[in-house]
């Protein structure tokens, strides 16, 4: 790794520690009802929501009422994104005349987006309009994300909460998260990625002349689609002379910011943040990482906080930063390393004054291994899902790393909520065996840890690796599966199971060497994607529910304190431990040996 | 599959948390 590398990755880490404790503080205040300097600009907005929507704020809700109101806004908004897409050939705004996108893709494409996932298997320019990317996915970017935020303010209420039955409201929770966190930042990131080039506008795409035109041989095809053969049985093809490019270009800047601060992920463009429109300079590139992990950093801080005991959210923060560092340097160092095999056939990999060196395959040139692996470490870490090169093309062993992150349950930092509370339950599991070992009754912040607490965490940490794995056995088994690799060997196992760990953890972030478009890929990577996310957020309420009917019991001689480097390290420990037994064998099977063979120079055509 | 299969199919997505709600409140109760 460079000099100059390394204090580009401390920077960025500097400027996201900064945000921590202002941001996080401003969050608390918005989810305890606390007065903040946008209350006056906001409140009007936020009490005639709740007028129109008949909506009473103060009415607490059990943990049962909470999760339902949640789950009907989820699919409601789900059924209606899925409506958008299949009626946008005949709705406004679509300069571009799109027709109404196939039922699995858009089935798809809803499910992605009402879980947070954001998978593309669309290609935003060349499927969607601008009211379907606008109100559909750009709103579920919103929603998705305040649903998210919601649950684990749910979950904190009901660990601060002593013997009652309510944890809140969702309706309150979500309208909040929106208005006074999402929207806000939101409106100040699309400004400032409008000002380094972004566009934002609704005007059709724009048809250029080729300065240089070229031109390409296009094979010649039968009314079955398939290739005409000449006489010595070669395809037959013809010259087409390309003189104009076509540029789509759309309101891109506003659906950006949110896409990056939601953790969401699904982008414009097909091409995500690598394509120019999305991430033009390196200073939007900076911006956009710092996105995905503003909220997902402050919201630990949020968590300390609204629990009365910072300690406890710097040392959740302290566990997040001693499994993402080390990650952050395997997968920069393996791709700055470059691929072993070039070595051998005398291709220059240093970095120098004239190139950044290492593995450029799949990556743009203005990002350079250091910030493709940096993103790619980060949007894996958190639920975010959105790239700026091409994991496909990484060097195996740094493939391996946005998957593992994945696998440890996207848990660095906190997300929007979903990996602070997938956090949380993983804690009530080391409290729990720290618990057994010492033989004293599991306590976590003075809450009894009983048997249905520890069902209902077993649950959270194992649904994700059930739906991951099985839905990677069906990819490998069924010849469906199979059909959508386009490499041989190992590579093509990795990708299938990259596509199932992104969606199964609502990650959305693609290997991109999978064709992902086919109705397998379409339907059972929604139902991986729906159990995902609320296979896990239902037993989590439930542990909300639970907790918060419980009496806080002080303090005694046999509390295991939760705020000691001794605890964060045995956090560590169970986090490394659990994903390790999931999927150590699989990462066995995929990039481990493919890294292997490469270093032994074995590859496969 | 057409839209009616995938509409039944998000509903579906619905009831098997609604059921799921349903068992976890049973076994929080026992």
């Not at chain 1, 035109?213 to 002379?241: C, F, H, M, R």
């Not at chain 1, 870490?381 to 440890?408: E, F, K, R, W």
């Not at chain 1, 890929?521 to 309420?541: H, K, Q, S, T």
Request: aromatic share 10%.
């Amino acid at each position: 790794m460079t000099s100059i590398g390394i204090l580009r990755i401390l920077i960025f880490l500097v400027v996201v520690f900064l945000f921590v404790k202002p941001l996080g503080t401003y969050m608390a205040k918005v989810y305890e009802g606390e007065r903040t300097f946008l209350h006056r600009l906001v409140g009007p907005l936020e009490r005639w929501l709740y007028r129109i929507c008949a909506i009473d704020p103060q009415a607490d809700m059990p943990w049962q009422t909470y999760t339902i109101a949640l789950l009907s806004f989820t699919v409601v908004g789900m059924l209606l994104l899925y409506a958008l897409q299949r009626l946008q050939g005949v709705l406004p705004l679509n300069p571009q005349g799109m027709g109404a996108v196939d039922p699995s893709l858009a089935f798809n494409t809803a499910t992605s987006f009402a879980t947070n996932t954001n998978w593309q298997n669309y290609g935003g320019e060349t499927t969607l309009s601008y009211l379907s990317q606008m109100a559909g996915l750009t709103v579920k970017n919103f929603t998705s994300a305040a649903v998210g935020m919601a649950v684990l303010v749910a979950l904190i209420r009901g660990l601060t909460r002593r013997s009652v039955k309510a944890i809140g409201n969702f309706w309150v929770d979500t309208v909040r998260g929106v208005l006074y966190i999402l929207m806000p930042l939101s409106i100040v990131l699309a400004l400032l990625l409008a000002w380094q080039g972004l566009p934002q506008t609704l005007s059709p795409y724009k048809t250029a002349t080729l300065m240089e035109p070229t031109s390409y041989e296009q094979p010649i095809t039968d009314a079955n689609g398939k290739p005409v053969l000449d006489a010595k049985g070669q395809p037959k093809t013809k010259t087409i002379k390309v003189t104009e490019q076509q540029i789509a270009i759309g309101p891109v800047a506003s659906q950006l910011a949110i896409k990056e601060l939601g953790t969401n992920g699904g982008g414009f463009f097909n091409a995500n943040s690598a394509h120019p429109f999305e991430n033009p300079t390196p200073f939007s590139n900076f911006l956009e990482l710092l996105a995905i992990l503003l909220i997902p950093a402050a919201i630990v801080y949020t968590y300390g906080r609204m629990v009365k005991d910072t300690r406890q959210g710097w040392a959740l923060l302290a566990a997040m930063t001693i499994c993402f560092l080390p990650a952050i340097g395997v997968a920069v160092g393996f791709e700055q390393a470059g691929n072993p095999l070039f070595h051998s056939l005398g291709v220059d990999q240093t970095a120098s004054n004239l190139q950044p060196g290492g593995n450029m395959e799949g990556k743009e040139v203005r990002f350079g291994p250091v910030d493709s692996a940096l993103w790619a470490t980060t949007t894996t870490s958190t639920s975010n899902g959105s790239v700026n090169s091409m994991h496909d093309s990484y060097t195996p062993i740094a493939g391996m790393v946005p998957m593992v992150m994945m696998h440890l349950g996207e848990i660095i930092y906190g997300g929007v909520g979903t990996g602070m509370y997938d956090m949380v339950a993983l804690v009530i599991v080391a409290a729990f065996v720290a618990g057994l070992m010492v033989g004293r009754t599991p306590e976590y912040l003075g809450k009894k840890i009983e048997a249905f607490e520890m069902k209902m965490a077993t649950i959270v940490v194992l649904v994700m690796p059930a739906v991951v794995l099985v839905g990677t056995a069906l990819g490998v088994a069924t010849a469906a599966g199979r059909a959508g690799v386009s490499n041989p060997g190992p590579h093509g196992f990795s990708e299938i199971l990259y596509a199932f760990t992104s969606m199964g953890n609502n990650n959305g972030s693609a290997f991109a060497g999978l064709n992902g478009n086919t109705p397998f890929y379409n339907d059972v990577g929604a139902v991986v994607m729906w159990l995902g996310r609320f296979w896990e957020i239902v037993p989590v309420l439930a542990i909300a529910g639970s907790l918060a009917a419980k009496k806080v019991v002080p303090p005694g001689a046999g509390t295991l304190p939760t705020y000691t480097v001794q605890f964060v390290l045995w956090l560590v420990a169970v986090i490394i431990i659990l994903g390790a037994l999931s999927f150590l064998p699989v990462l066995a099977l995929g990039p481990i040996v493919e890294h292997l063979l490469l270093t032994a120079g074995t590859t496969f055509k | 599959m057409a839209d009616v299969e995938l509409i039944a199919l998000t509903l579906l997505f619905f009831f098997s948390c609604v059921w799921m709600v349903d068992g976890l409140d049973r076994l929080m109760g026992r």
